[in-house]
């Protein structure tokens, strides 16, 4: 699903590379947390997979296709497979729930009918039913994380990308978000989630890959936040 083969990136302008050798392989329906401190290549990582950036040396591979000899044009293609969560949510404001959530789906020109039926089914999923007419800034902060995953999901993208997801939540209401994107990995999307939060990685025993100064130093199945 995701190859990296000895990937390097250097951004223009540094002389220190941002990743070092890149060698993985993630596979259709896995969880994976990548872990490392800050400045240690996570972002990149994930950017690389979006095609935000092109490595400097090494050749990836998103969906079967060789990102470096995907055409500009097909990116937004690529990108529609890869749904994307943040840690401050990116919702847009001004829009109810159910407008966020529909808002993808209106931009594919998917029929009102289908958009009818899929986006109540979404917000179900993450459990907001009821909160349909809400605007993003009238729910607490889990909510609107809530609502920025039935929107990353509501195109049933293979694979999804949470860059610190908790990093704005309590521990408690992280809970409750990770039970979701772990109920969306079991229907089959493969999700990969940076993260700081020592307690969730130790809890949920997936698979850990660890960045030191872009460097991959650790691969481990159901692993733990930190070796030390
Ligand atoms: P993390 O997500 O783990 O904090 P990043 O991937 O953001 O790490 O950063 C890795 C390294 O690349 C850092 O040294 C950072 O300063 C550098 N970096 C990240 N983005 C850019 C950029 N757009 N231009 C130049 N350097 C960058
Ligand atoms: P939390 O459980 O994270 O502490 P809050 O106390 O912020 O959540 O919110 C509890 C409930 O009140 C949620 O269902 C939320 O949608 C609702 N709520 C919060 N703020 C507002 C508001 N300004 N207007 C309407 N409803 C709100």
Redesign the pocket.
């Known amino acids: 699903m995701i190859t990296f083969e000895d990937v390097s990136k250097t ?1 223009s ?2 002389t ?1 590379p ?1 990743l070092r050798h890149i060698n993985l392989q993630i596979d259709k329906g896995e969880f994976v947390f990548l872990v ?10 994930l950017r690389l997979i979006l095609r935000e950036y092109r490595p400097t040396s090494g050749k990836i591979f998103v969906l079967g296709k060789d990102l470096g000899h995907l055409h500009q044009w097909k990116v937004p293609a690529l990108r529609r497979q890869i749904g994307t969560v943040f840690q401050d949510f990116r919702l847009l404001p001004g829009k109810t729930v159910y407008e966020n959530v529909a808002f993808g789906l209106q931009v594919l020109g998917r029929p009102t009918s289908q958009i009818r039926q899929i986006v109540p089914e979404t917000i179900d999923l993450v459990g907001l039913s009821g909160k349909e007419d809400r605007q993003p800034e009238e729910l607490s902060g889990g909510e609107q994380q809530r609502v920025a995953i039935a929107r990353a999901i509501v195109n049933r993208p293979k694979i999804l990308i949470a860059d610190e997801p908790t990093g704005n939540l309590d521990p408690q209401t992280s809970v409750g978000i990770m039970k979701l994107l772990d109920r969306i990995n079991k229907r089959d999307t493969t999700v990969i989630m ?1 993260t700081h939060d020592q307690t969730i990685v130790d809890q949920m025993r997936k698979r850990v890959l660890e ?1 030191d100064q ?1 460097n991959l130093v650790r691969d481990q199945v159901r692993g733990v936040y930190g070796t030390a």
């Not at 490392?36 to 990582?45: A, D, E, L, V």
């Open positions: 951004y302008g540094q220190k941002a490392g401190t800050s400045g240690s290549g996570k972002s990149t990582f940076a960045l872009g």
